[in-house]
């Protein structure tokens, strides 16, 4: 890719702070909204940040972790930095767009780059109606919750409600339930990525429900529609022996 200018932004932990420093002097700084490339410096909250804090800008963004899992990151060396960056594979992701409507007739609506999940507010279980493109799947879902993930987020949340693993390029979206009590053997749904989900909460006020995209929360929902967003892109570099799409297929043999 042409790189002309790169603009270095971190989390506000020290190891981050002081990478994003020593970078600067070494390569010079620009600001964010007029660089070719951002280089995020953190982990991968901080890069779910950044991604949406530039969605806008559709400039591509290339992370280095200084965080502590740096599944979206590649690894740090300050040494060839512009020589990495050229080199790098592009990823491009398109966000889900979460409509919600509460309880008190408010509606809201948000993006997510990993998942969008639903959760209980109270000890009480969840009841969930799921529509799948206008047509009822699923009449009852008790449950704690339920999301759903790109394949890029497939490996966050949704795996540790064990959901599956989405190759990139997929085209598939995975809805996910959390902790189901009836029907307690569904184990969710891989849905065409052009699918839309429609999850409305029966009886909220007794049960009430919030929705999350990434770490937008809206409390006490009624329905929550959720949809690919194809009109943003956001592009993802990646060192070719570290790309995303082999980090996804490694973590399916993972012991």
């Given at each position: 890719?042409?790189?002309?200018?790169?603009?270095?932004?971190?989390?506000?932990?020290?190891?981050?702070?002081?990478?994003?420093?020593?970078?600067?002097?070494?390569?010079?700084?620009?600001?964010?909204?007029?660089?070719?490339?951002?280089?995020?410096?953190?982990?991968?909250?901080?890069?779910?940040?950044?991604l949406?804090?530039?969605?806008?800008?559709?400039?591509?963004?290339?992370?280095?972790n200084?965080?502590?899992?740096?599944?979206?990151?590649?690894e740090?060396?300050?040494?060839?930095?512009?020589?990495?960056?050229?080199?790098a594979?592009?990823?491009?992701?398109?966000?889900?767009?979460?409509?919600?409507?509460?309880?008190?007739?408010?509606?809201?609506?948000a993006l997510?780059i990993?998942?969008?999940?639903?959760?209980r507010?109270?000890?009480?279980?969840?009841k969930?109606?799921?529509?799948?493109?206008?047509?009822?799947?699923?009449a009852?879902?008790v449950?704690?919750g339920?999301?759903?993930?790109?394949?890029?987020?497939?490996?966050?949340?949704?795996?540790?409600a064990?959901?599956?693993?989405?190759?990139?390029?997929?085209?598939?979206?995975?809805?996910?339930?959390?902790?189901?009590?009836?029907p307690?053997?569904?184990?969710?749904?891989?849905?065409?990525?052009?699918a839309?989900?429609?999850?409305q909460?029966?009886n909220?006020e007794?049960?009430?429900?919030?929705?999350?995209?990434?770490?937008?929360?809206?409390?006490?929902?009624?329905?929550?529609?959720i949809?690919?967003?194809?009109?943003?892109?956001i592009?993802?570099?990646f060192?070719?022996?570290?790309?995303l799409?082999?980090r996804?297929?490694?973590?399916?043999?993972?012991?």
């Open positions: 890719m042409q790189l002309d200018s790169i603009a270095f932004v971190a989390a506000d932990t020290k190891i981050a702070q002081d990478a994003m420093y020593r970078l600067k002097h070494r390569y010079g700084h620009i600001a964010p909204d007029k660089a070719d490339v951002i280089v995020a410096l953190g982990g991968d909250g901080f890069m779910l940040e950044t949406h804090r530039y969605m806008g800008r559709k400039v591509p963004i290339y992370g280095m200084r965080g502590t899992v740096g599944f979206l990151m590649n740090f060396r300050e040494m060839d930095l512009t020589d990495r960056i050229a080199e594979q592009t990823v491009e992701l398109h966000p889900l767009q979460m409509e919600a409507h509460t309880v008190s007739g408010e509606s809201l609506c997510a990993n998942e969008v999940s639903l959760l507010e109270t000890r009480q279980a969840a969930l109606r799921i529509k799948v493109d206008g047509v009822e799947r699923l009852e879902l449950c704690d339920a999301l759903v993930c790109t394949p890029a987020g497939s490996t966050a949340y949704n795996l540790s064990h959901g599956p693993i989405l190759p990139m390029g997929s085209g598939l979206l995975a809805l996910t339930p959390i902790s189901p009590f009836r307690r053997r569904w184990r969710g749904a891989l849905l065409p990525h052009g839309e989900v429609v999850f909460i029966e909220p007794k049960r009430p429900v919030s929705a999350v995209a990434d770490y937008t929360e809206v409390r006490d929902v009624s329905s929550v529609k949809r690919e967003d194809r009109s943003m892109k592009k993802l570099l060192d070719p022996e570290h790309n799409e082999e996804i297929l490694k973590e399916q043999f993972v012991e």
